[in-house]
């Protein structure tokens, strides 16, 4: 592995001149120059910072030895040691005898910035090795193998925690993913997805039930802070809680067309659960895997004839009120006589009878191939 590359010798020259105030050389593991407050010597070859590597010591050359080497001029070479080797020389211009006091401190310097860089990147690479291993669980397999759970406890995913499947998406997914990161607990996992953020989130099971309130009351609590501190939009889907690793497969599926029909049937809403959705869920998933059965064409036929939508409200809230005309009535504010007339309507203009069950219930599948198309 290459711990230093142009980049970093750079950001090493950056800091250690603020430190001091004299010229910091970076030198590459060949001797090279590969980063300098003098971008003149950038690319030459130090043949002091040669000697550095060949040695593993310091070295210093003074004003009157400068000219007997190549590239070179007065000051200190040091060498850069990460893991115990050698991997860069840092090099001090100056007259040894004003700057040696600062070497030990410029080349502390230059290390503790190698080994911070060192841990961030092998931080990103865990990072990008547990969003591999939980696409892995969203995809869903047979078999998981002896060599994923053992990554998977390397990376502290432990993976007998319930966790439902929650899918965040906005127009600024980036800003968002990093606001919500810090409300994440330690057991949270997530995939930044290119048109949204998934989240398997720890849940609360009590007696074995997942206590869904309290994960929608938090998925509250997150909206209103982005939606008033951060003046960001963005909406919630919330898949259910099955046990086991194939029950995240199976949460993440129905977050995505929870998602997906909520957009179309309620627009207007923020957070969506599959658990409210489970008719248009199946018929999103049905007609995604081929099997899109017609139910008629009921309200075709309808809205051909219901120029104002008062019909189709009826039905609408003839259902949610669950067939209770005194409720539907109240809702629409009209009298029980009205109500019954659209439902003979609605009956006549489509050959069903909202007042029987099995009737009303093609009638509302057709409003929901309708509205999903």
């Known amino acids: 592995m290459k711990y230093l590359n142009k980049e970093l010798a750079q950001e090493i020259v950056n800091r250690t001149m603020t430190i001091i105030n004299w010229n910091i050389n970076v030198m590459n593991e060949k001797g090279v120059i590969i980063a300098s407050g003098d971008e003149d010597r950038v690319d030459s070859i130090h043949e002091g910072a040669v000697k550095v590597i060949e040695t593993q010591t310091g070295f210093e050359i003074g004003v009157t030895e400068a000219d007997k080497f190549h590239g070179v001029k007065a000051g200190i070479n040091l060498p850069i040691t990460f893991h115990e080797k050698v991997v860069g020389v840092i090099g001090i211009t100056g007259a040894p005898e004003e700057i040696r006091n600062y070497g030990e401190l410029v080349k502390m310097a230059a290390e503790m910035i190698i080994q911070q860089a060192f841990l961030m990147e092998e931080m990103q690479w865990d990072e990008r090795l547990k969003e591999e291993l939980v696409t892995m669980l969203l995809n869903g397999q047979e078999d998981f193998d002896s060599l994923y759970f053992d990554r998977a406890r390397r990376l502290g995913m432990d993976l007998t925690i319930p966790r439902t499947v929650i899918i965040m998406a906005a127009d600024d997914n980036a800003k968002v993913f990093k606001t919500i990161r810090a409300k994440l607990s330690k057991d949270d996992l997530y995939v930044v997805h290119q048109h949204y953020i998934i989240l398997l989130k720890r849940i609360v099971l009590k007696n074995g039930v997942w206590n869904q309130a309290a994960t929608r009351a938090e998925l509250e609590r997150w909206l209103s802070y982005l939606e008033k501190q951060e003046e960001l939009a963005v909406k919630f889907s919330l898949g259910t809680y099955y046990s086991g690793l194939e029950g995240i497969r199976i949460s993440y599926q129905e977050a995505v067309h929870s998602l997906k029909v909520g957009k179309k049937l309620d627009p207007d809403k923020n ?34 004839q219901d120029k104002k939508g008062e019909l189709l409200e009826t039905l609408l809230m003839y259902v949610e009120e669950n067939g209770d005309v005194n409720k539907v009535a109240a809702r629409l504010f009209i009298h029980r006589n009205t109500l019954r007339y659209r439902l003979e309507r609605i009956n006549e203009l489509t050959g069903k009878d909202p007042r029987k069950i099995k009737e009303l219930v093609e009638l509302y599948l057709s409003v929901l191939q309708n509205q999903l198309s």
Request: charged content about 30%; proline content about 3%.
């Open 271 to 304: 957070i969506y659960s599959s658990e409210d959705r489970k008719l248009p869920i199946f018929l999103s998933q049905a007609k995604e895997q081929g099997l899109d059965v017609k139910f008629g064409t009921y309200i075709e036929r309808l809205k051909q």
